[in-house]
């Protein structure tokens, strides 16, 4: 990879567009002061990232830009773009060549582009991290920072070796895994914070929840305990209506003397039971003690043995401390004697270096003398050497500004025919170019056209999605409202048909006849069923018809009489209760006589029931039986004339359940409906074919669903598709618009650039004139500077031989004062070793007496824990022996306790069984009283009370109260009763409740459960982070020192080449502890002929020479594509530039360079030369030279 070219307009002192095409190699760019040689470099490092300004040589960001001269505008914009040869795919990019370009807006506005495609400054530097490019790098070195790289920090110098080492990648990940790292501990700061303050909630709203939680389940058993205490009472009060008066003295006697032996029974039990638990916890008490005892007798007889194993061991270790003592103590004694050898040897060693130290200051004022004198005549003959370098400078200056002028002459006329022809190129693209643009506008045209067409399909779709997206609401809605309907009729169905088939309502005997035969534990092959699940009865008719029939719904339709008496014995033989069955062979026909057939044609009567109502033609005898001499009447007043035209022989119902008995006498009034046995049978019917009709509709509205549903998601494929349409015409219409506003462009550049080629072929005739005038005047400089170069130099060669002999006498001094110095630094060291070698038996001696004392201090310690641990070993046993007894004491009242335990169970098992015989008659006596009854007016006041307190509470009506109820045990209202107080004191007792918190408090937890999980992940996180930072620190490291020990080597190498010997070494500087990335790097140099010193100590030319050398070396373990020195060689003399530019040849093989450069042995080894001029005001040119 190297630099292939660098394109500028607007930038600095470039105020035209501007192509300096680089050679692989070496280029040198030549020109005057202040033509502009170093705002290459700045474009460079500018399109490279560099942000700061002051580093471009300006104060604002408006600095780079052209400011204007007396004859230019000011230019509104700076853009600078560099191309690299990336054949070798050095940047992993898959382009072979690489180009970087920045823009930079008066307005204070960058743009960067990478390959002309806009990126962000971060893509660049990361493409360019560890290539040796960029603005922080080692590839671009500027005026004076040669010298700061010696200067500077010894932090400062480690930079370049990081770029060196390729770490500056990882530097970048440390960097960005720290700031993660940063802001994932600031999440989970923010998290903690968040899942405090919500657990500060939760705590309180989950109390409340629970609160609420209690609130509802309580509410809800209370009012469903209450709701079946109330509906038991009432189904009690209406199955009691006969007996109960007869029969309750005895029932409450014979009950009282169960409940006074169950009350003696109980108590003795709870005693028995109480004392049992107390036995029972003396028990558990007496085998924790046991067992606790068991337990510490294993802990003592554990220390027991360690205390033992103790004593053992301090015993054995007194014996090696005695031992340790006898050698330390011969130790001591020989050190003693070594100690007074060495301070003999110490005083001897003190005298010599004070006889070379007087020597070395006699030679050195000898020398003194004599370098004053060769000061004296190396100034003359500098100021010599000055003059003629001067003079020789000038003269080649002078040469080089002929050859280049005469170069530049030619340049000039090449690029005026250049420019000839591409005006004549710039004319025939913008004709052809303004034919596409006609093209364009045309394409452009149809293309909206469609638009339009297309947007309003678009809209008409999107209005018939919106009225399909309407009715498919409404479709749904209706789909749901009948879902409802039918779970409901549903629920309605399945509790009234579950309440018929358990025959719910019924007598006692019915009830349990039809529960066997569905159970299957009775054939009733001969049984039809009751006569209300015979019958069907219009709505209308439902009263009369029961009235009419009253208990005769429950009598049982069979075949025959010996069916009736198979059912009768099975009923008696398992005490099933009683029923009345109505055999077909046995049951004889009731209809109306000649006689009184006239009265159903009287108005108001409706009929006789029989014929008012539906069944089966075979059992025709039993319904005539029943219902053949009943008449249904509309009313009371038509029924009593009725009757009185019957002679009262006829029983009459009215349709309300008014009744006019054969022999006149009137039953009537207010009654409640016998159980809704025959409308429970409509209501199922009905709820049956509800039911059907709601499932049809259902099937109709789900069917019109799917209609909906499939023109839905046609429309809206439509839509997509037109959408998709108008989005992809959208785009060509950009691409068009984006063609057409390029073209326009492309003829208003070519259209400017025409303008400036015509300026600048009347630029380069004016220029062409001043070259020839200015080639005239340097030729007659220049013989005057060759006649005043001759004069200088033979001077200078006389000094010469003067210098030379001086230097012999200086040598010869400085020979001996350095032997001197090498026995004085020999004898020193050689002291200071005597000295610490003191220093360290005086050390040895202190620990010996140090050991010593601690050895004495143990072997003390030792015999008084000896002492301590047989006193706790005699403790110890007496312990165990106390322990074993008290076990043995607790295992004889454990088996004592256990014999009275037994007994005490046998009595409680025998009460438990009395109880149970007890319980069997108490629910024998309750069965009895299921068949008393009370008076009728007092039950039917209880029985208007219950309905009036269900209704007022529960909305509850008596008539619907029998379909409610549920079977309770009769043992168990007791207990449901005092169950409903607790409940009540229970919900009373939790004062005012919060509903609303059982939702708040699941809301939020499953928000607390969120942070907590996404904290986790945090941590999880962060931890991963700390250890991906330790391995990027890591690897660093590794990398760092491997290429310091690489470029130390090479240092060495290259500094004793281009000194042409001496000695030169990089050195790591850091604190203990200290990290060897955040270390500093010293640079010592010994150039040949001198003593090894700093670099600071060094002449300006030494350093210059010996930065280049650490470039070099640099280069040679990590070389980058390409190379920018800015007047590096501008402190080096001549024989130091040939030897810089020898290396500099060597090293191109492998980098390329660009060196702005005034010396003449530079532009020599350069490959091509870049002449920068300025020759309007404050506008910088280019003219190249390839050099063969």
């Known amino acids: 990879m190297y630099l292939k070219k660098v394109e500028m307009q607007g930038f600095k002192s470039f105020a035209d567009r501007v192509e300096i095409e680089f050679q692989p190699g070496v280029n040198a760019i030549i020109g005057p002061n202040g033509s502009g040689k170093s705002n290459i470099m700045d474009a460079i490092k500018w399109v490279l990232g560099e942000q700061s300004i002051r580093n471009l040589r300006g104060l604002k960001l408006e600095d780079v830009i052209f400011a204007g001269s007396t004859i230019k505008r000011p230019m509104g914009m700076a853009e600078v773009s560099i191309i690299l040869d990336n054949t070798d795919n050095l940047i992993p990019l898959e382009y072979s060549e690489v180009s970087f370009t920045r823009r930079a807006f008066r307005s204070g506005e960058s743009e960067f582009y990478l390959n002309k495609v806009p990126c962000r400054l971060k893509d660049i530097q990361e493409i360019l991290m560890d290539t040796g490019i960029g603005k922080d790098g080692y590839s671009i070195i500027g005026q004076g920072q040669i010298d700061e790289v010696l200067k500077g920090r010894p932090e400062e110098r480690r930079l370049i070796l990081e770029e060196a080492a390729g770490i500056v990648k990882h530097k970048y990940r440390k960097h960005e895994s720290e700031k993660r790292l940063e802001e994932t501990v600031s999440n989970i700061s923010r998290i903690d914070d968040i899942l405090n303050e919500i657990k500060n909630q939760l705590d309180p709203l989950y109390a409340q929840k629970q609160t609420a939680l209690e609130y509802r389940a309580l509410s809800s058993k209370y009012k469903q305990i209450e709701i079946d205490l109330l509906l038991f009472e009432l189904s009690q009060r209406i199955s009691c209506l006969s007996d109960i008066r007869k029969s309750m003295e005895d029932y409450n006697k014979k009950l009282q003397e169960i409940l006074t032996e169950k009350r003696i029974i109980f108590k003795r039990l709870e005693d028995n039971k109480s004392k049992l638990k107390q036995e029972q916890e003396q028990y558990e008490k007496l085998r924790e003690e046991k067992y606790s005892a068991i337990s510490e007798k294993k802990e003592l007889q554990k220390d027991l043995k360690w205390i033992s194993e103790e004593i053992q061991r301090l015993k054995k270790e007194n014996d090696e401390i005695n031992n340790k003592m006898d050698v330390l103590k011969k130790n001591l004694i020989s050190n003693q004697e070594v100690l007074s050898e060495k301070k003999l040897i110490h005083v001897k060693k003190i005298n010599s270096i004070n006889d070379f130290e007087i020597e070395i200051l006699k030679n050195e004022k000898k020398l003194e003398h004599i370098e004053g004198l060769l000061k004296k005549k190396e100034d003359e003959i500098e100021h010599l050497k000055v003059e003629v370098i001067d003079l020789l400078n000038f003269g080649s200056e002078k040469k080089n500004l002929i050859s280049s002028l005469n170069a530049m002459e030619q340049n000039l006329q090449k690029r005026a025919e250049q420019i000839e022809k591409e005006i004549i190129q710039l004319d025939e693209a913008n004709n052809k170019t303004c034919n596409e643009i006609k093209s364009i506008k045309e394409k452009l045209a149809q293309k909206r056209l469609d638009f339009i067409q297309h947007e309003d399909i678009e809209s008409k779709l999107q209005q018939s999605i919106k009225e399909l997206t309407s009715d498919f609401t409404e479709s749904s809605k209706l789909l749901a409202k009948s879902y409802e309907e039918l779970s409901t009729v549903t629920s309605r169905y399945e509790t009234l048909n579950e309440i018929s088939e358990s025959y719910d309502g019924y007598q006692f005997g019915v009830k349990n006849l ?126 009593i004339s009725i009757a009185k035209k019957s002679g009262f022989n006829l029983k009459i119902v009215t349709l309300d359940g008014q009744v006019i008995n054969p022999g006149g006498s009137i039953t009537g009034g207010s009654q409640r409906k016998s159980n809704f046995i025959l409308s429970r049978k409509r209501q199922i019917n009905e709820y049956k074919q509800e039911m059907n009709t709601i499932k049809k509709l259902l099937s109709e509205i ?207 098992e025998d009460d438990q069984n009395k109880l149970a015989n007890l319980e069997q008659d108490q629910k024998k006596v309750e069965r009895q009283e299921n ?181 070099f070396a640099i280069l040679n373990i990590k070389s980058t594509p390409f190379c920018v020195l800015d007047e590096i060689d501008a402190a080096l003399d001549e024989a130091n530039t040939v030897r810089f530019t020898k290396y500099l040849r060597k090293a191109c093989k492998y980098t390329q360079f660009i060196i702005i450069t005034h010396r003449r042995s530079t532009m020599e080894v350069a490959d091509a030369l870049y002449g920068i001029s300025m020759e309007q005001s404050a506008v910088s040119k280019v003219l190249t030279l390839k050099v063969e």
């Open 514 to 639: 039809f529960s066997h035969i569905k159970n299957r534990k009775f054939k009733a092959d001969g049984i039809y069923g009751t006569v209300a699940d015979l019958i069907n009865v219009q709505k209308r008719y439902e009263i009369a018809i029961e009235t009419a029939l009253g208990g005769a719904l429950q009598n049982i339709v069979c075949n025959d009489d010996e069916d009736a008496k198979n059912a009768i014995n099975y009923m008696k033989s398992r005490d099933l209760g009683r029923a009345t069955f109505l055999p077909l062979n046995t049951i004889k026909p009731r209809n109306l006589n000649a006689n009184e057939a006239f009265i159903v044609n009287i108005p108001g009567c409706s009929g006789t029931a029989e014929h008012l109502i539906t069944f089966d033609k075979k059992f025709s005898p039993i319904f005539s039986n029943l219902l053949g001499r009943v008449l249904i009447v509309d009313n009371l007043n038509n029924a």
């Open 702 to 908: 789900k069917y019109r669903n799917n209609e909906l549903k499939a023109s839905l998601s046609e429309k809206q494929n439509s839509l997509d598709e037109e959408k998709a349409m108008i989005y992809n015409i959208k785009l060509e219409l950009a691409a068009l618009d984006n063609q057409l506003h390029e073209k326009q462009n492309f003829i208003n550049e070519r259209l400017q650039r025409k303008k400036q080629l015509e300026q600048e072929k009347q630029q380069i005739k004016e220029e062409t004139l001043n070259i020839k005038e200015e080639i005239r005047t340097l030729n007659v400089d220049i013989s005057d500077i060759d006649g005043k170069n001759l004069n200088s130099q033979s001077m200078a060669k006389e000094m010469q031989e003067q210098v030379v002999k001086l230097k012999d006498q200086k040598q010869l001094f400085e020979n001996k004062i350095t032997e001197t110095r090498v026995h004085l630094a020999s004898t020193k060291q050689e002291e200071i070793n005597i000295k610490q070698s003191i220093e360290d038996i005086k050390q040895k001696i202190a620990s010996i007496y140090s050991e010593l004392a601690f050895c004495e201090n143990k072997l003390k310690q030792n015999t008084h824990d000896i002492s301590s641990s047989q006193d706790k070993t005699t403790y110890l046993k007496d312990k165990i022996d106390s322990i074993s007894k008290l076990q043995e004491k607790l295992s004889n009242d454990i088996d004592n306790l256990t014999n009275q335990k037994q007994i005490r169970n046998k009595q409680i």
């Open 931 to 1111: 068949n008393i009854e009370v008076k009728e007016t007092k039950i039917q006041m209880e029985i208007k009370q219950i309905g009036e307190k269900l209704h007022e509470k529960y909305l509850i009506r008596i008539e619907d109260a029998v379909q409610l109820e549920k079977k309770l045990e009769p043992d168990k209202i007791d207990d449901m009763k005092r169950e409903l107080n607790v409940l009540k004191d229970k919900i009373a007792s939790l004062g005012n409740v919060n509903l609303q918190a059982i939702d708040d408090y699941d809301n939020l937890k499953s928000r607390y459960d969120f942070l907590n999980y996404q904290r986790e992940d945090l941590v999880s996180a962060k931890e991963k982070l700390i250890k991906l930072i330790d391995k990027i620190i890591t690897t660093m490291e590794e990398m760092f020192i491997e290429t310091f020990e690489k470029v130390r080597e090479e240092f060495l190498k290259v500094f004793n080449e281009l000194f042409d010997g001496g000695k030169a070494d990089l050195l790591i500087t850091k604190e203990q502890g200290q990290s060897v990335l955040d270390a500093g790097i010293d640079i010592v140099a010994q150039p040949p002929g001198k003593k090894l010193q700093n670099i600071s100590l060094l002449s300006g030319g030494e350093k210059a020479l010996t930065a280049i050398a650490l470039l």
